[in-house]
């Protein structure tokens, strides 16, 4: 089944505790990107990837790191969270170039930073 | 500085209604306008349009793109209370910019 995998679905932390959200997805896309949720200001991006070694700055990259070493992973880490980061946050992947250049996305991951 | 306002921020209907939402947009480098929608989960997408005037259709749902005047509306037809979610759409050229979205509440 083509699907985007994110983990943990959940997530608690401290202030300060370094944490990784993994993002999987096994379509062979290209693309892959990550967004916040947030009432009100809806979805904006944090960061996204073209293609492996490839990550370039979205809307609200402030805090958070991203690397693509495989073409499938594409991890949000949070070097030291703090509770503005309280959010619930989305994996998507879509082809580079073709017929549609839509996003599929992952079941989101709801993070709490007390 | 790119953005995407949509219109109305919610909307309650009864079943069987029909309902127009919109999508104003302001971005360089257009490459696609798209919709989702988003109950309460993942967003799943609906429509991608990228050529102004050309409807896209699926079932009850259809969306035109008009590029000229920058916007783009999604209308549902003989509304369910399935329809009921948030509307969201999206553009931009890898870097998305996403509207606020659309709540739409159906009542039976």
């Known amino acids: 089944e083509a699907q985007v995998t994110q983990n943990p679905r959940y997530l608690i932390t401290v202030t300060g505790k370094k944490l990784t959200v993994t993002c999987s997805q096994n379509m062979n896309h290209e693309y892959m990107s990550w967004y916040r949720q947030d009432p009100g200001l809806g979805l904006r991006q944090i960061y996204y990837?073209?293609?492996?070694?490839?990550?370039d700055k979205g809307d609200v990259p402030e805090g958070y790191k991203v690397s693509r070493k495989e073409k499938r992973n594409f991890p949000l880490i949070l070097e030291s969270p703090s509770p503005n980061q309280t959010s619930l946050y989305f994996c998507?992947?879509?082809?580079?170039?073709?017929?549609?250049?839509?996003?599929?996305f992952g079941p989101g991951t709801r993070l709490t930073v007390t | 500085e790119d953005k995407v306002v949509q219109s109305p921020l919610s909307l309650v209907v009864h079943e069987g209604d029909t309902v127009t939402l919109n999508c104003s947009y302001e971005?360089?480098?257009?490459?696609?306008l798209l919709w989702y929608k988003q109950e309460k989960k993942a967003p799943t997408f609906l429509f991608m349009l990228t050529s102004s005037g050309i409807e896209k259709k699926s079932g009850r749902l259809s969306s035109i793109l008009d590029k000229k005047e920058l916007f783009s509306i999604l209308n549902i037809t003989a509304t369910q209370t399935g329809d009921s979610a948030v509307y969201l759409c999206?553009?931009?050229?890898?870097?998305?910019?996403f509207g606020t979205g659309t709540r739409l509440k159906v009542l039976a």
């Open positions: 971005v360089t480098n257009f490459r696609s």
């Open positions: 999206a553009t931009g050229t890898y870097k998305y910019i």
């Open positions: 990837s073209m293609n492996v070694e490839v990550t």
């Open positions: 998507a992947s879509s082809l580079v170039e073709g017929a549609t250049y839509e996003q599929y």
